[in-house]
């Protein structure tokens, strides 16, 4: 039997490299210094970037903090705003295939993945919409006759949006139009490796009508640019995905100021395989889980937790699978896996397999660089790892590629405590025909989403985040919009019913 399914480069022209600038205060900025971004699937140029400094930040900030101080968007109506919104979500949805092709060329995933992405973002903003029309607060009309309670609303100010390359896009539209939906301003960096993407959408917020500077856009560096969104004194949040490492930074840098932070960070996601569970279905998600978006996703179900008994069997299906599972050119739409980010990431992944290998764990697949005809070699076999102890570093690190780890257990409560057993805890799932066993593994997971007989399902209308190390704050949904609120108590005296304080001679 083959190893493996590669679909070799197609035959097609890639679009000119795209010209991304800043937008500030309504205006397409350039720098004098520029960067490049090599495809990593392609290896060639596919965009070159304005690079942000200091007094690049500095006026785009700037540029959030006036516009929200005039209230051009901050006292608008929420009408005004979800009209707005609307008609991003219509335009979005009138470029996917521009903005996905740019996506896949940037970041190596698979195009018919970030076609599904760009276009699903469009949700997003519709939802955030229906939210700018409906937040409210409360009122308090029992505190005695001459008193009547308020408690308002209002835009939590100048927010800082900083993104990672993985879901360049997406991760976007889940902070931006909340954002933007609560009446703030922003300024937003996205990733170095896929700044694009971004730019695309600033064009698309100018042609919906928002206003000039409320929304910003810096393309740049972490330092100096991230640095600088996450300390300026005008700046008042920063919501920030990407790595643990650098959400740390992040929440050190903003304590001068006290800042609000919202972390939506790293995980190492785990699937408990019961014994009673439907098999095929269970061995098809974890291929989907680990597999999806070349691995490179915070929801990866990188650890698999699986009944001794079935654990055989198990394997066997998911190798099974994964030799089935089509990786190469992003650009075909048939391909599934396509290409790891850069290099040196996929030599760090390389590195762990290595590692645990070395180690005692069992390669059932993969373990090592996957050349694909008529493209370079940065693309990585599916691998299937067994025989891992929880305390080696493939089972606790977040690999970040399309790896995946099995490890068994006897008892629920071992499966529950190998799942807590983690510094991460964004999401975990479990598969048993059981509900009984379904619900007491959701009440005792570590995790900020847990998915029963199911896996990475999300919609607009839940909170997503994570505990422990994976993050602070929720993001889309309810509890996501409120984070972009600041609330405000407002007391009210009905007449004059005071008794003085003190007796006045006058
Ligand atoms: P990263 O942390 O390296 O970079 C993320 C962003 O931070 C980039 O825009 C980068 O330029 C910027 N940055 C770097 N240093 C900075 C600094 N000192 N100050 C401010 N900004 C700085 O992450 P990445 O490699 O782009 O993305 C992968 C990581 O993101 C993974 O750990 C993944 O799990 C995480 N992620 C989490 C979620 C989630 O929702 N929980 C979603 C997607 C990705």
Redesign the pocket.
Known sequence: MKDFTVNAAIDCDLPPPFWGRHLIAGEWVDSAETFERVSPSHGTVVSVSACGDHATTERAIGAARTAFDTGVWSRASGKERATVLLRVADLIEASVERIAVQETLESGKPISQSRGEVGGAADLWRYAASLARTVHGDSHNTLGEDMLGVVLKEPIGVVSI??????PFW?LSQKLPFALAAGCTVVV?????TPSSAVMMGELLLEAGLPSGVCNIVLG???P???L??THKDVDMVT????????K??TQ?SSDTLKKVAL????KNPQVICPDADLESAADAVTFGVYFNVG???NASSRIIVHEDIAADFVARVVALSRKVKFGDPLDPDTQVGAIVTPEHNAKIDAYVQTAVAAGATLELGGGMLPVEGLGAQFYQPTVISNVSPDMAIARA?V?GPVVVVMTYRTLDEAISLTNDSAYG?SAGIWSENVHTCLEFARRAEAGTVWTNTWMDGYPELA???VKQ??QGR?IGRYGFEEFLEVKSLVMRIGRSRAPWVESDV
Request: with cysteine; aromatic share 10%; charged share 10%.
């Open positions: 900083i993104t990672p390359w993985n879901f991760i960096k996205p990733s170095e490796m560096h972490g330092q640019v991230g640095s969104m996450s920030f995905t990407g790595s643990t490492a650098v959400g930074l992040i840098a939506e960070l790293g995980g490179q996703c915070c977040e970040f964004l997503f985040g994570g994976s993050g993001e």
